[in-house]
């Protein structure tokens, strides 16, 4: 399936992905997002920034990814690996419930790393809800090493951070 960049025009199809995607992990006991956390200013920034990306399957969202260099003041805190380099940072990936189980989360990390080295990022970055165990095996998976945990306001649960050496920036 064909991962591509998102545009505006997409902006009220973005938001009932992720608000159907938030009331799937409410109804699983995950409150990792919520209805401030991804909400219409986060959503049209990515859009509008070029930085969203997203699979269809007919006219319906199936997944998506941000891909930027935005990290956390929080992340400075962490012993990253990469301290020369240039990191990507993944933020809200995620795979509509319909369609979870198929790979696609894989394919959006696998997009995720391939435009990583074809823009000469040195590694990635991201972090995951803790309670989101599916995430975390799926990152842990594929090679992604663990480098520490933090806490976001007005979330209970820390948050486990990430990291995935491309090129060696040393």
Same mark, same amino acid.
């Given at each position: 399936?064909?991962? $591509?960049?998102?545009?505006m025009?997409?902006?009220?199809t973005?938001r009932e992905?992720?608000?159907?995607?938030?009331?799937? +992990?409410?109804?699983k006991g995950?409150?990792q997002w919520?209805r401030?956390?991804p909400?219409?200013?986060?959503?049209?920034n990515d859009?509008?920034q070029?930085?969203?990306y997203g699979?269809? #399957?007919?006219?319906? +969202?199936?997944?998506a990814i941000? $891909?930027?260099?935005?990290?956390?003041?929080?992340?400075k805190? +962490?012993?990253? #690996?990469?301290?020369?380099?240039?990191? $990507?940072?993944?933020h809200?990936?995620?795979?509509h419930? #319909?369609h979870?189980g198929k790979g696609?989360?894989?394919?959006?990390l696998k997009?995720?790393e391939?435009?990583?080295?074809?823009?000469g990022y040195t590694?990635?970055?991201?972090?995951?809800?803790? #309670?989101?165990?599916a995430a $975390?095996k799926?990152?842990?998976?594929a090679g992604?090493q663990?480098?520490?945990?933090?806490q976001?306001p007005l979330?209970?649960?820390?948050y486990?951070c990430?990291?995935?050496i491309l090129?060696?920036?040393?």
């Amino acid at each position: 399936m064909e991962i $591509l960049s998102i545009g505006m025009e997409e902006f009220k199809t973005v938001r009932e992905f992720y608000s159907d995607i938030t009331a799937d +992990l409410r109804q699983k006991g995950n409150y990792q997002w919520d209805r401030y956390y991804p909400n219409r200013f986060i959503i049209k920034n990515d859009l509008k920034q070029g930085n969203l990306y997203g699979m269809h #399957e007919g006219k319906q +969202l199936t997944g998506a990814i941000v $891909l930027d260099t935005n990290q956390s003041k929080k992340y400075k805190a +962490l012993k990253w #690996e990469d301290v020369k380099g240039t990191p $990507l940072v993944i933020h809200r990936l995620a795979v509509h419930p #319909e369609h979870q189980g198929k790979g696609y989360g894989k394919n959006l990390l696998k997009f995720a790393e391939d435009y990583a080295q074809r823009n000469g990022y040195t590694s990635i970055r991201f972090d995951v809800y803790s #309670e989101n165990h599916a995430a $975390l095996k799926m990152y842990e998976r594929a090679g992604y090493q663990a480098r520490g945990m933090i806490q976001f306001p007005l979330r209970s649960v820390p948050y486990h951070c990430y990291e995935k050496i491309l090129v060696d920036p040393n």
